[in-house]
């Protein structure tokens, strides 16, 4: 899967609808990137559960390309962490143990909350 083929992916996905979400947060001055990961929630498809394993395989290739543009792989990350499955986890896993320098907070967050689904 190209870069171009996941944002065609998604764009598909999104004539299902996005999911609905509520949030709000008091900005501190502190970091952003949490700020951004909450916010980044409201781009997840409707559907978002039922993407095919082999698609979130795919996906988990596209997070290691280091020619992925970040907000790629912000949108990847996210969609990564609300999915219960063995190989989203496996992705998150070994992403953190070298994330790129700018998604650190991202992808421990990321990590943190498909941990949590997959309980």
Known sequence: ?????FWLFMEKSYEKGRIKQVSGYVDSGGLKEPNQYIGGHSLLPADYESIPKTIIIEFGGLLMDE??????????????????SKEALNILKAYNKN?????VIFAELALQECEWWNE
Request: hydrophobic share 45%; charged share 30%.
């Open 1 to 5: 899967m190209t870069e171009r083929e």
């Open 67 to 84: 020619s992925v543009t970040i907000k790629t792989k912000e949108m990847i990350l996210i969609t990564l962490a609300h999915h219960v």
């Open 99 to 103: 994330p790129d320098m700018e998604l």
